[in-house]
């Protein structure tokens, strides 16, 4: 049954066979997308969704100052997929001397437990001593009124801050994220 | 480009006996819906393993965002019907082609039984069939409760007190399958590990199995 086939004149246009495999792979091809199609944008859904970054306001303009970190309790609310929690934050809150607001964690940055301030007989917040702000309980850290640490201080890194913002009213808002400072 | 990665790959390995020992076979011509279009009925059971496979798929990415959880399996059900991108389509593959794969698998019997190709020496392989249609409503039974609504609770609610019914061992395969007294926590967590790892293991083997046999023994001959 031998078809002698001449690889020399060339065939015009589709050899059945290449038709049939070309058919078969397209449909093959066709059926794979529909089933799978789906399913790749179902597996990168989370690269849709920006950062979770939200802000809550703690107070209006005129309450701070540049001369002590007043300390504010704020909540913000956090989408973790379908789990939604109110998660509750202190910041040690302060005007900087270019205008903006510097808005610091109150956990140390040591072993985590929360920083104390003192308050003056007027009710506002003093110094400890030697520009000392912000003392740890746990373990004795020490920050400055800026939240650096002092050099004989277990924390390795100034208090974590959060972003602040100022809207059109003359609210302050900070941010649901804590950043590292490398000072 | 893909001709020379499979060459340099044929060359070290000699992968093409491999191949072409499972997918060169004959068709034969009753069988074949160019020859005669009646001759679809033929298909069933290939199309009943391809919904089986876009099951395993789906399923497969359904368990990404899915916690079989009391507390967040509904809610997370629900986070993927509305808010995964594709979600409500990802899921609704998995929800409509769990009562197509029954349906193909019911078709596909129904040939075997009117040609008569359960017969000696095929029989063996209509009981593997047999087992796989069981392994298969025990996956629809499971898949049901999986979302956690009242629809699915009641269901199985209703499932598990049909087996309580049976005599003497009815208690005790209601036990089993509850996971305890109270239909709950324990059911749902049961539920899922039998719906996404002993089923589909044991689903498997027996296709495996049932094709391994139908390939050793060959299409059954024509009406």
Redesign the interface.
């Known amino acids: 049954m031998g078809v002698s086939v001449s690889y020399t004149d060339k065939q015009k246009g589709l050899t059945r066979r290449q038709f049939l495999t070309y058919a078969l792979g397209g449909t093959g091809a066709f ?1 794979a997308v529909a ?2 199609g ?2 790749i ?5 989370p690269l ?1 969704r920006g950062t979770t970054e939200t802000f809550s306001t703690v107070g209006t303009e005129s309450e701070f100052n540049t001369s002590y970190p007043l300390a504010k309790d704020f909540t913000l609310k956090q989408k973790d ?3 939604q929690v109110d998660n509750t934050y202190t910041a040690f809150i302060i005007k900087q001397q270019d205008g903006t607001y510097l808005a610091m964690s109150n956990i140390c940055t040591h072993l985590g437990c929360a920083v104390s301030q003192q308050l003056g007989s007027d009710g506002k917040p003093t110094a400890f001593s030697n520009g000392i702000w912000f003392q740890c309980p746990c373990h004795g850290s020490q920050f400055s009124l800026t939240g650096v640490q002092t050099p004989v201080s277990p924390a390795q890194r100034p208090l974590d801050i959060f972003l602040t913002k100022v809207d059109s009213t003359g609210q302050v808002l900070v941010g649901s994220k804590k950043h590292q400072r490398t000072v | 480009m893909f001709k020379k990665t499979y060459d340099w790959i044929d060359e070290r390995l000699n992968v093409t006996p491999l191949w072409r020992d499972v997918a060169d076979h004959d068709v034969p011509a009753h069988v074949n819906p160019a020859n005669q279009m009646s001759a679809f009925i033929y298909c069933f059971g290939g199309l009943t393993f391809l919904i089986v496979v876009t099951q395993i798929l789906s399923g497969m990415f359904l368990a990404m965002y899915y916690v079989p959880d009391l507390y967040n399996a509904y809610t997370s059900v629900q986070y993927i019907t509305k808010e995964v991108l594709l979600g409500n389509v990802v899921r609704g593959m998995h929800f409509w082609g769990a009562s197509l794969v029954i349906i193909m698998m019911f078709l596909h019997m129904l040939r075997v039984f009117f040609t008569g190709s359960y017969k000696a020496p095929r029989d063996l392989n209509w009981v593997v069939g047999v087992l796989i249609f069981m392994v298969v409503m025990v996956f629809g039974f499971t898949g049901y409760l999986l979302p956690w609504d009242q629809k699915a609770y009641w269901a199985t609610a209703v499932g598990t007190n049909i087996a309580n019914t049976v005599p003497i061992i009815g208690p005790y395969v209601r036990t089993l399958l509850v996971g305890g007294d109270t239909l709950g926590a324990v059911t749902l967590t049961r539920f899922f590990a039998i719906h996404v790892f002993f089923l589909p293991a044991a689903l498997l083997v027996l296709l495996g199995l049932h094709f391994l046999m139908i390939r050793k023994q060959g299409i059954a001959g024509p009406l």
């Open positions: 059926m089933a799978v789906p399913l944008p179902f597996a990168v859904d849709t997929g379908w789990i």
